[in-house]
């Protein structure tokens, strides 16, 4: 298409005049052309050159306009669209816009405008996310969901649901309610590479913290790295120190950490941020860790440089473009303390309707039909992503139907019932890479964590 | 004669230290290149693991996929029609005030210039909301103008015509011209103050003598002003042909559909979320240097050229 | 000055003369009018507001934003890092475009093959220079780290980018080397138009080479030089795509600059007000910088 567009001009002045709905398709040759072709119908068509009128108006059709992020999914959307559009007749239309950064700017701007699009995806914490549902751009789509007992809500894993669900009470004062489309999901755990930990006398993936240090040592007396991970990319330190804090001193610990009752100095904090010494004081930690972003360090580990990885379910595709011989499994994080290890996971991407559209109700029928199972699979299976509908997974290699397990295990900030403020999630975690490179000790970065959160604490109340 | 023939010995050795000394430079600004183009003609598998600069397999197919799957046909030519309308309207628009900040007398024209001069230096980093407003807001006007005349217009012209061309005013011309303008304005204050410092060593005397040969202000700044600073335009025509063509964040605000996109949304599809396909990104990136290359390699020679201009200068 | 040989007695005529004047700054400043001053605008109202860029309230707050930078020890640290690689790029990168653009100025060969190779830096898309510059930095399999190896600096040996010593000094030669390429090309324009004669009056007068290069080069490249001081200034200042390739999000507050705190507060933590707060004290820092640059040069050109 792309060629018949460039190499004939002449064919685009007949549409031009006979086929008004064509050149709208392919107005941006048009662009090109019309500086010459414009003079020209203009001579022609006031030469009385017959045109069906009102040919234009009468294709009213339904439009859907959707707007995301997510490269590796335009050619799969612009397929399922497609086939949509051969089934009921309403046309969806979808443009991407990347990197994620570009697209968040667009997003927020368009709010401001009142022009965001039917269907549109966010990028953040909830409480962005809250403030797009208080402004009123994102429909509530609970009724929808709860419709024939809860037949649309039942497709998905329920932590998919939960990243953009508000329940009665939330701290933000959202009315409750679903208010996203999930359409996939993910969580995080530990990969290790099993023909290295044999190469260094090691059977067994470790399953205690303890055993896992002990492996420090023998790794490095086979000269091979032990970990690595993307910790260049705040949120990974995060999730890693998150799962630890939920697995020593329980997930009511936690959040009362982060209502203010309990201090990070509690000895339970400092533990968790002792597990970062004692990694590196193992000579675990890959040398560079702290700024080494995810992309790098997936390039390290498929290349067999690094014995064990933190990293997200959609490693298994980067794995297997980079390395496809690559003998690995999965792991959740090696148990340290008595309570549930918690790993992050939940929806990866999900799509909101805009609230102020003007097509709600053929958006929710599209979106219904993009996450019912056929669609669903598909969209797995093109983008190597786990699908958010239950039914949708098929054959999975034994690492990713592992990751698939531990979907209920996860959590994840944005279900918590209260947040971080956002300046104590970056102390926190440039706290934790101070102490990775040996600048600080685990005590001393709980004392700035809490003075932080006091600070914050004061300047909320006020 | 002895000291003579020192004399020479000497003048090689410094040509040998300069000759050496600029090899080394070049090698470190040639390396990464051709890592770059080598690394395109790898496959993912061998792009980190294949530690020869060319692999001994090169993969010229990447070239061919990359232009296919990042669409890049379209794209090429929406990134040479925006470079060179911004490029063509940020040399006219700054070089006249340029010249009127430095050769002619206006009141305010030195607070105008400090007003340029700090716009460079503030950066905006919130101003895309308003500006996306902005432009939004002359959409709707332009629109409700439109849709106002089109009624009279089809009187005149067949009704799917107007259709059509409101259609095309509205998602093709305006949307381009409007990011045109906003890439204009981006590089507008520095044009203007790295041509007025040009302007400023400019003699009096080649003025007085275009004047008495008749020629008017526009004359002096067309006929004296402007070849005058061929090197200072040719370095501000590379500095913003290189900005425009690596634009992308501007473009994607501004721009609504794909059609409209410049170079830089093609090699967006390579960089995953998750999987970033390297050897096919490094190939697009290859593709994309090439032009700019070109337009180094022809503006450059203006830069020397400017040996028979300044023989005139002082 | 044009002005100066006709400046007309009637008044008329004059006020017609100042009107044509301004029709030559009128398309610049109408542009820059509509898309510079009306969002400058909006973006300082919102400064003295607590905004998070998506809710359609928004409360005053005064100067409070201001306040809180006052007090902001981690954007200051950011602002001492961007100087910090700003007088890295202005000693060695200018250093640096200045002895190449002399060498390329004097009559030797392949001086055109040189030049196009010096701008291949300037060129490269950030993503390549990151890539190719941790493969040279990295600590365990970096070639600077081999090299040392091999020639017996063991102890020299440390991982560059993930060193809080190293890091920044690292990111500043990348950025200066990424950037030579223009001092280099605008030094280069510049040192063309000095005339020859020029030189060889020099010459004449008996001085050498080190001579006419104080007496000549240097008191007639001063505009030029303040011109690339302070595009040198700019071009650092606002470094932050080369930091993220480099090292991510950064070494604990080591590498962070003032461009990524306004990012990171304006989408990250959703403080937009104090995001563009933050954007207009680092503009009147560049401002009073880069002016007395100017003054600094100005002076020592009459001098």
Known sequence: MQKSKIQNPKSKLNLNIKSPKKIFNNLSLGFYYSFVIGVLAFVILLSGCSVQEGSVSSEAKVTIRGWHWMTDREEAFDELVRQYEEKTGVRVKFELYAPSDAYTQKVRAAAQAGTLPDIFGLLGEKRDFSSFVIAGHVANLNEEMLKDESAWKNRFFSRAIAVSEFLSGNEFNVEPGVYGVPLDVMNIQMLYNKDLLKEAGIRKPPKTWDQFLAMGPKLKAAGIHGFVSGWGEMWMIDCFASNYAFNIMGEEKVMDTIRGEVSYTDTDWIEVFNLFKEMRDAGFLYSGIVTMVNKTAEQLFSNEKSAFSFNGSWCVNVYSGMNPDLNYGVMLPPKKGKFPMKIWGGAGSSFLVNNRSLFKKETIEFLKWLSDDAQQTYLAEVTKNLPANKNSIGKLSPVLSGFVKAMEDTTHPNIWPVHEFPRVIEAFDKGIQAIIIGEKSPAEIALEVQKVKEKELKKKRR | ?314 | MVEARLQPKNLTMRIKHTLTNYLFVLPAVLIFGIFYVYPFIKVFQLSLMEWDGILPTMQFIGIDNFKEIMEDKIWWGSMWHAGYITLIALTFQNGLALLLALACNKEIRAKNFYRVLFFIPPILSEVVVGLVWQWILDGNYGVLNNILTSIGLQSMVRNWLADPKTALTCIAIVHSWKGFGWGFIILLAGLQTIPRQLYEAARVDGAGSWQSFTKVTIPLMMPVFSMVIILTILGSMQVFVLIIAMVGQGLVYHTTVPVLRILGAMTGSSRFGYACAQGIVFGLVLIVVSFTQKKFSEKMKYA
């Open chain 2, 1 to 314: 004669m002895k000291s003579n023939s020192k004399h020479i010995i000497i003048k090689r050795l410094k040509l040998v230290v300069i000759y050496i000394f600029l090899s080394i430079v070049a090698l470190t600004c040639v390396f990464p290149l051709l890592w770059m183009v080598g690394s395109s003609l790898k496959t993912q598998a061998t792009v980190f693991s294949d530690t020869s600069l060319f692999p001994a397999q090169p993969e010229w197919r990447n070239y061919y996929l990359a232009w296919t799957k990042g669409e890049f046909s379209i794209y090429f030519l929406n990134s040479i029609f925006y470079t060179t309308f911004v490029v063509f309207g940020i040399i006219l628009i700054s070089s006249l005030a340029a010249f009127g900040f430095s050769r002619l007398k206006f009141p305010g024209s030195n607070f105008l210039f400090y007003m340029f001069l700090a716009a460079m230096m503030i950066p905006l980093p919130g101003s895309f909301v308003p500006l996306y407003v902005l432009v939004n807001n002359i959409r709707k006007l332009l629109i409700e103008f439109l849709a106002n005349i089109s009624p009279q217009l089809m009187n005149f012209f067949p009704a799917s015509f107007v259709q059509q061309s409101t259609a095309f005013i509205q998602h093709q011309a305006f949307p381009r011209f409007a990011y045109i303008f906003c890439m204009i304005n981006v590089g507008l204050s520095l044009s203007i103050y790295i041509l007025k410092t040009f302007f400023d060593k400019m003699p009096k005397e080649l003025e007085d003598a275009a004047r008495i040969d008749g020629c008017n202000k526009l004359g002096i700044w067309r006929h004296v002003a402007i070849p005058l600073a061929r090197p200072a335009i040719a370095v501000i025509t590379i500095f913003n042909a290189l900005n425009v063509w690596n634009e992308y964040i501007l473009a994607q605000l501004i721009l609504s559909t794909k059609d409209t996109m410049p170079l830089q949304r093609g090699l967006i599809v390579f960089q995953g979320m998750h999987v970033t396909d390297y050897p096919l990104l490094m190939a697009g990136m290859t593709m994309t240097a090439i032009p700019i290359l070109i337009i180094y390699l022809i503006f450059q020679k203006h830069i020397i050229k400017g040996i028979t201009a300044g023989a005139v200068v002082g």
